[in-house]
């Protein structure tokens, strides 16, 4: 069975710094990998995705991944952040011709401004 | 942009009631999930569907809870006797398998106090 784990569990920063959190996963196989937002008090949002490819991809608000496939990995990062970026963040993965995602733990990011 | 929609977006119920949570798959999509957040833990998966019938489901979906897809549209997640420890958001995904680039579509969730 696939796992993610998500080491950093509450991310403080000041505004301005730059963001790293990390991802990384446990699979046999081709995964398609995800990083969702949670603002407190809502949805899910997608903020970036990767299938195959470039492996480093760029989303929304900034943000970017890299997958490295040697080591399981794919970490979010933004070179600085903003008060407004004060969310929960899951690295989710789902195999091919899958929808069921696994759910990382989540980091809680803090940025004071 | 089509979404996956839920309803209602509050739901408080006593104890030991039934609920049921209601969703809106996006039409061309085969694949519908429940998904499970109390508050303050991670995303959990409950269960998949296809083809009218349970693909999947983990050990939180036990016999208090069902699904169904009553109409061509609609896609329900059932708690026969609520429990306090059933209060968390619930998420209502769909997705269209296409090769190897599968993404599920999450809707907006619905949040389920029990008291």
């Known amino acids: 069975a696939q796992s993610v784990s998500q080491h950093n569990h509450h991310v403080i920063l000041s505004e301005a710094a730059s963001l790293e959190l990390g991802c990384n996963y446990s699979?046999?196989?081709?995964?398609?990998l995800f990083w969702y937002v949670q603002y407190p008090g809502q949805h899910l949002q997608l903020l970036l995705k990767?299938?195959?490819?470039?492996?480093l991809v760029k989303g929304i608000k900034g943000f970017e991944a890299e997958f490295i496939k040697s080591k399981f990995s794919f970490n979010l990062r933004k070179p600085s952040v903003q008060w407004s970026d004060t969310a929960e963040y899951f690295c989710?993965?789902?195999?091919?011709?899958?929808?069921?995602?696994?759910f990382g733990d989540g980091t809680t990011l803090t940025v004071k401004p | 942009e089509p979404e996956v929609t839920q309803t209602p977006s509050h739901q408080v119920t006593q104890m030991g009631q039934e609920v049921i949570l209601r969703c809106v798959p996006i039409s061309n999509h085969l694949y519908f999930y429940w998904y499970r957040q109390i508050l303050g833990q991670k995303v959990e998966f409950l269960v998949s569907?296809?083809?009218?019938?349970?693909?999947?489901k983990s050990e939180i979906f036990d016999d208090q809870f069902s699904v169904e897809r009553p109409d061509g549209s609609n896609f329900t997640l059932k708690i026969r006797s609520t429990k306090l420890e059933d209060s968390a958001m619930y998420f209502c995904a769909s997705s269209k398998p296409t090769g190897g680039n599968t993404e599920a579509f999450f809707g907006q969730g619905t949040r389920l106090t029990v008291v």
């Open positions: 990767y299938f195959s490819g470039d492996p």
């Open positions: 569907f296809y083809n009218n019938e349970i693909s999947e």
């Open positions: 699979y046999g196989g081709t995964v398609n």
């Open positions: 989710a993965v789902n195999p091919p011709n899958a929808g069921k995602s696994t």
